[in-house]
């Protein structure tokens, strides 16, 4: 009996996980669906989309946006471990001053590693400038030793992290600047992948391998249990 309760008991878990994981894709797919259609649109106003937004900062992830400011050279930083084409390199995020005082990050493009140096980054234009690109919330908080004691170095966009070492305060997501020439640097990032639909339909249908593998062996080995059921001794 334990061994039948044993049995049903892990391919209803089986069954479970195998909807579990089709949940989660059904999930992503709908997920990259939102995003499509967010980057498919005509880029709006900044303020307006903050406005609209209201505290819901998340609900702004991979919206296109337009502001003007000017960049902040002064205090630009380096993403390290950013690869390109198969060529390691950087990204260059700049802050952009508004014209109200805040300021917002800007992830300009990539720059290449110069051999085991820091490359001098290409320098943005000057004065009073229009960006547009796609809007990011931060790359998620890094342990304490992830990002290394340096002013111009970092090692993910983490705006909560990264509000303290800058003179203004600071909008809780970043631009993703798009446009500019791609024999320039920084060399403009693509759009993202939004067609991977991550393992979850993989997972699924293994799952449900495992249970069709599981019942049937089950049903043979019963079958032969019941072919050839064991004697109990006879009493002396």
Do not use: C
Request: glycine letters at 8%; proline letters at 9%; a negative charge.
């Amino acid at each position: 009996m334990v061994a039948h309760l044993l049995a049903v008991s892990l391919v209803v878990a089986f069954i479970n996980l195998g909807f579990w994981q089709l949940g989660r894709w059904q999930d992503r797919k709908l997920n990259n669906q939102v995003l499509a259609a967010r980057l498919a649109e005509e880029p709006l106003p900044l303020a307006q989309l903050l406005e609209s937004a209201g505290p819901d900062f998340p609900s702004l992830d991979y919206r296109r946006a337009k502001t003007e400011g000017q960049f902040q050279p002064d205090h630009e930083l380096l993403v390290r471990s950013q690869v390109q084409a198969g060529v390691a390199g950087f990204h260059v995020v700049t802050p952009l001053l508004l014209a109200e005082g805040s300021a917002i990050l800007v992830n300009r493009g990539w720059v290449p590693l110069t051999m085991d140096t820091v490359p001098s980054p290409a320098a943005p234009p000057r004065g009073v400038v229009s960006v547009s690109g796609w809007l990011r919330m931060g790359e998620g908080r890094a342990s304490p030793g992830a990002i290394p004691d340096s002013d111009d170095m970092v090692t993910r966009i983490e705006v909560a992290l990264l509000e303290d070492r800058l003179p203004w305060d600071l909008l809780p997501l970043y631009l993703v600047a798009e446009g500019g020439a791609l024999d320039r640097l920084p060399t403009p990032l693509a759009r993202p992948d939004l067609d991977d639909e991550g393992p979850h339909l993989a997972y699924a249908v293994q799952w449900f391998a495992f249970t069709i593998i599981g019942v049937v062996g089950y049903f043979f080995l019963l079958r032969r249990a019941i072919k050839h059921p064991r004697r109990m001794p006879s009493p002396a």
